[in-house]
């Protein structure tokens, strides 16, 4: 089975550094996904993390521990427009399993 | 290339009509998949093809759902008799597989359904 845990809700301030985390237990694993939604649209893709380590790309990181079996996003220099839902997904062999995904709210 | 595409945006519909949702995959992808997301639910995967085969349809709430992929660019989900129950925003994603690891899914803009 796929068990799939993130906080509910966050809230943080805008120009601060907020850490989203994800833990997993799942029959398969090859990879997670994070990915970025706003309210009334579809998911877009932030990051897939494969191997264990900090991956960054810009103002977004992420990090995977696959022994733990635990990730997370970590946003910095936030901006009242990365007020949106994140999800975690664990990938096994090209199917997804999402997390519930956390309300991000960012506030001036 | 215009992403995913899905049809329709919006649609209601009365308790027992049949309902069809679109959806053509980008170009090249050998991966379809078809998700409801509720608030209650979350994001659920429903069923996913490579190749135009379905591969995964544990996820398919009841017989009243089914699917198709008729070839490369094109795939219905449809939704027959439908129930209020079965309202919700329904997405379709499609991705390319590569060797060793799995691509990124993009995703459609959804269709939200409102069965009345």
């Known amino acids: 089975g796929q068990n799939i845990d993130q906080p509910t809700e966050m809230t943080a301030t805008e120009g601060a550094i907020v850490q989203i985390n994800c833990t997993y237990q799942?029959?398969?694993?090859?990879?997670l996904f994070w990915y970025q939604q706003h309210a009334g649209e579809a998911p877009t893709f932030l990051s897939y993390?494969?191997?264990?380590g900090l991956e960054e790309k810009g103002r977004f990181s992420s990090f995977l521990s696959r022994s733990k079996g635990y990730s997370y996003l970590l946003l910095k220099e936030l901006q009242m427009k990365d007020s949106a839902s994140y999800l975690c997904?664990?990938?096994?062999?090209?199917?997804?399993?999402f997390g519930d995904g956390t309300t991000l709210t960012v506030k001036p | 290339d215009a992403g995913v595409i899905q049809s329709p945006r919006h649609e209601v519909t009365e308790m027992g009509q049949e309902v069809t949702l679109r959806c053509k995959p980008i170009?090249?992808?050998?991966?379809l998949f078809w998700y409801r997301q509720t608030m209650m639910r979350g994001l659920e995967l429903l069923i996913y093809?490579?190749?135009?085969?379905?591969?995964?349809d544990s996820g398919m709430p009841e017989d009243r759902f089914s699917a198709k992929m008729p070839n490369a660019s094109f795939s219905t989900l449809k939704i027959q008799p439908s129930e209020p129950r079965d309202s919700a925003v329904y997405f379709c994603?499609?991705?390319?597989?590569?060797?060793?690891?799995?691509?990124?899914?993009?995703f459609g803009p959804g269709t939200r359904l409102t069965v009345l």
């Open positions: 994603a499609s991705s390319l597989i590569r060797t060793g690891r799995s691509d990124t899914q993009y």
């Open positions: 799942t029959s398969g694993f090859n990879g």
């Open positions: 993390n494969v191997l264990d």
């Open positions: 997904a664990v990938d096994n062999a090209g199917k997804s399993t």
């Open positions: 170009s090249g992808h050998d991966y």
């Open positions: 093809f490579n190749n135009n085969v379905p591969i995964d």
